[in-house]
């Protein structure tokens, strides 16, 4: 009898420590951006990310996601989830994209869910925009509508039932390597006020 309960004791032991570090590895990589990070307003880019000095959770998040990351000579990946205020991207709200994107020959942005899966495509909606296909203002910044309805001018349509976020890809920039910028610049996400359809206004 003692044996026994020796045996279902060690065995519950190990469940709760093998779910545990399921758990935690999990939440790891759904939250945790690595390390080495590269913050510029309110996105986040991981230089090493396609390195071969990239830490653990980088490596697990872009394998878990069939990413081809790109190396540091040929671009940068710069992630957003929260709006200006801090608050999570929701898909029933409406923003605005606002500012300049910093010096590179090309760029684009789309949206993705919270593990770097690209949102579902729906037909005939511009999930993803590029630096060549949007109007510019006088000052070379950029206004883009970010919504799940139809929007006038740019618009970066959302099909998404939960929280998402931006990405944007700069290629051939010098940001994020030794040359770098001094005080770059991201455009930055602004929630418009009364545009969700139920939950936050």
């Given at each position: 009898?003692?044996?026994?309960?020796?045996?279902?004791?060690?065995?519950l032991?190990?469940?709760?420590?093998?779910?545990?570090?399921?758990?935690?590895?999990?939440?790891?990589?759904?939250?945790?951006?690595?390390?080495?990070?590269l913050?510029?307003?309110?996105?986040?880019?991981?230089?090493?990310?396609?390195?071969?000095?990239?830490?653990?959770?980088?490596?697990?998040?872009?394998?878990?996601?069939?990413?081809?990351?790109?190396?540091s000579?040929?671009g940068?990946?710069?992630?957003?989830?929260?709006?200006?205020?801090?608050?999570?991207?929701?898909?029933?709200?409406?923003?605005?994209?606002?500012?300049?994107?910093?010096?590179?020959?090309?760029?684009?942005?789309?949206?993705?869910d919270?593990?770097?899966?690209?949102?579902?495509?729906?037909d005939?909606?511009?999930?993803?925009?590029?630096?060549?296909?949007?109007?510019?203002?006088?000052?070379s910044?950029?206004?883009?509508?970010?919504?799940?309805?139809?929007?006038p001018?740019?618009?970066?349509?959302?099909?998404?039932?939960?929280?998402?976020?931006?990405?944007?890809?700069?290629?051939?920039?010098?940001?994020?390597?030794?040359?770098?910028?001094?005080?770059?610049?991201?455009?930055?996400?602004?929630?418009?006020?009364?545009?969700?359809?139920?939950?936050r206004?």
């Amino acid at each position: 009898m003692t044996c026994l309960r020796t045996i279902l004791l060690a065995g519950l032991t190990c469940l709760i420590v093998l779910t545990g570090g399921t758990v935690s590895a999990l939440y790891a990589l759904n939250n945790f951006d690595g390390f080495n990070q590269l913050t510029i307003g309110q996105w986040h880019a991981s230089p090493s990310y396609g390195s071969a000095e990239a830490d653990p959770y980088a490596r697990a998040q872009r394998s878990r996601a069939a990413l081809l990351p790109l190396g540091s000579a040929e671009g940068q990946r710069f992630v957003l989830r929260h709006d200006a205020t801090g608050t999570k991207l929701d898909p029933r709200c409406d923003y605005i994209l606002q500012g300049k994107a910093p010096a590179s020959r090309f760029w684009t942005l789309y949206g993705s869910d919270l593990q770097d899966r690209p949102l579902a495509p729906k037909d005939g909606l511009p999930q993803e925009l590029h630096s060549q296909m949007i109007w510019y203002q006088n000052d070379s910044g950029f206004l883009i509508n970010v919504s799940a309805s139809a929007q006038p001018a740019n618009w970066l349509a959302i099909n998404a039932a939960g929280p998402y976020q931006l990405v944007m890809t700069l290629y051939d920039t010098d940001l994020g390597t030794s040359i770098g910028f001094e005080n770059p610049q991201m455009p930055e996400v602004h929630f418009i006020k009364g545009s969700c359809k139920g939950g936050r206004q």
